[in-house]
């Protein structure tokens, strides 16, 4: 397997993809470089880390023709690590078409001894009307059908084929596009042009693509290309992109924009540089300022890289500790356009499936949008499997004891009630019988204390519908809930039919009142 996974959170994967010059550790950021006209040293690219890099196969055709295919890409752009090359598919989004057949860009890659080789695609980008997408899709599928049976004929099998998956807006597209690639064997899958959406913030729309790329394709890698910017990296790596190139350090750079964890500034807006990266320590924002354009762009390049390393480092530690949707959560705060991304989260199951089903650490709940993170919405559905032929309850807010069996609360209430069904509950989690109260995140998870308001129906459906669904398969003649601020806003707005239904209000000493 030239893919290995050793970590997952949501579907963020710390993994390894092996290339004929060498491994590349994902989630991987893969810089865009340029094969004629590069201002950073590839040497520094790979001092900070960056084990691969992606270039222009139609730039590289153009300008070195024969040289290229005799010395080898790593050769021409001076690395020696693994090598992405991009077909020149950007180039037909940016200049409408380019003159060349697709097995001929295809073998010149092959030629050039390209690690990662894509073939020639049709973007569809973003805002073209279905039938033109359509005709995109189908002319990069033809494309690739060409590229694949030139690449089988010629028994290369060492380079990794990355499938061009296009459709952009139009899902539909973007499955059929992905399951023909599939099929047709390719072994990693691309995103293509998003570049678009991207500069536009339109990151829902692109959780949207992602997420329907991966529902079709789960294991295979797959790559997003153009995602460069601090604040999309973790949104895409949550959402299952293990590897993703850009050339935004550069012409952020060149823009004269500084990145940070949370997005850009112009630099002559600042007044401090908070970053630590050597750039930022040694010189003052007034120095940075006003050093000479070629230098300042170059020197803002190198931040740049820094902070787009730093930002891949914490995602895959954030993976490595399952901590990726809190992280997620964090930067969603940043931009209002990502936090209406991150809320889309909710309705992609497939983020289950590769989050672990027991972490080290206890998960966090802060807030509503917290009730829909995997691990409580798999085990809500466990929970709600539970039956019992007892037919009297007594619910209980969950303590904090956990689990609850081992509080003092439940050692009274099973004395008290020794006939009834004693039953936990919590906002995120939903219902918790006290003989399932141990399992994994319902006696490991961090409820924030916030009073909650009164509309904790409205915010809380996974818990409306967990108490609704737990009451009526199961056939209680009696019901006693001992009601705290958020029960009994819950109850306020429900309506729940018991011949006997006593609810009471939570304080100090309650049970011992009952
Ligand atoms: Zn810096």
Redesign the pocket.
């Known amino acids: 397997m030239f893919f290995e996974v050793r970590y997952s959170d949501l579907a963020g994967r710390i993994g390894k993809i092996k290339t004929p010059s060498g491994t590349i550790e994902t989630p991987a950021f893969i810089p865009v470089v340029h094969p004629v006209s590069q201002s950073v040293d590839v040497e520094f690219l790979k001092k900070l880390g960056f084990e691969a890099v992606i270039t222009n196969a139609y730039i590289t055709l153009k300008q070195y023709g024969d040289i290229a295919r005799e010395k080898g890409i790593h050769e021409i752009i001076n690395f020696d690590g693994p090598i992405m090359t991009d077909s020149g598919g950007y180039q037909v989004l940016e200049y409408g078409t380019i003159d060349l057949e697709p097995s001929f860009i295809a073998q010149f890659e092959k030629d050039i001894e390209s690690d990662i080789c894509v073939p020639l695609d049709k973007p569809t980008g973003y805002g073209l009307s279905y039938e033109v997408a359509e005709r995109y899709v189908d002319e990069t599928i033809r494309n690739s059908k060409e590229t694949l049976d030139l690449i089988k004929s010629n028994n290369n099998t060492n380079s990794i084929w990355v499938g061009p998956v296009q459709g952009a807006e139009h899902l539909d597209l973007v499955k059929k596009s992905a399951g023909l690639l599939d099929d047709m064997g390719y072994e990693m899958m691309a995103l293509g042009s998003p570049v678009q959406l991207l500069v536009s913030y339109q990151f829902a729309i692109l959780a949207n693509i992602i997420a329907t790329l991966k529902s079709t394709i789960m294991s295979k890698p797959i790559h997003l290309f153009g995602a460069g910017h601090p604040l999309t990296i973790p949104l895409a790596v949550a959402l299952g992109c293990d590897t993703f190139d850009s050339a935004s350090y550069i012409l952020y750079a060149r823009d004269n924009r500084y990145m940070h964890p949370n997005g850009t500034s112009k630099l002559d807006n600042l007044t401090y540089?908070a970053?630590?990266?050597p750039?930022?320590i040694s010189m003052t924002a007034k120095e940075f300022i006003s050093l000479k354009d070629d230098e300042r762009t170059v020197e803002l390049a190198k931040?740049n890289l820094?902070?787009l390393r730093s930002e891949v480092l914490s995602v895959r530690q954030a993976i490595m500790e399952g901590r990726l949707w809190d992280y997620v959560a964090q930067k969603a705060r940043a931009h209002p356009k990502l936090m209406e991304a991150f809320k889309l989260f909710k309705n992609y199951k497939y983020l289950e499936d590769a989050t672990p089903l027991y972490k080290k650490k206890a998960i966090f709940f802060m807030e509503s949008i917290d009730q829909y993170r995997p691990e409580a919405s798999r085990i809500r559905r466990i929970l709600s499997t539970f039956r019992t032929d007892k037919k009297k309850i007594v619910l209980f807010p969950d303590t904090e004891v956990s689990p609850f069996y081992c509080s003092q609360e439940y050692f009274k209430l099973s004395k008290k009630f020794s006939d009834y069904q004693i039953c936990a509950y919590n906002p995120f989690i939903g219902m918790i019988p006290i003989e399932i109260s141990d399992i994994y995140p319902v006696a490991h998870n961090v409820i924030s204390k916030k009073k909650f308001n009164c509309n904790s129906s409205k915010d809380y459906p996974t818990f409306v519908s967990s108490l609704q669904e737990f009451l009526s398969c199961n056939f209680f003649d009696e019901i006693l809930i001992v009601a705290d601020d958020f029960m009994q806003g819950i109850i306020q707005d429900i309506q729940i039919t018991s011949k006997n239904l006593k609810v009471i209000e939570n304080s100090n000493g309650v049970i011992d009142q009952l």
Do not use: G, K, P, S
């Open positions: 540089l970053c630590q990266c750039t930022c931040h820094y902070v």
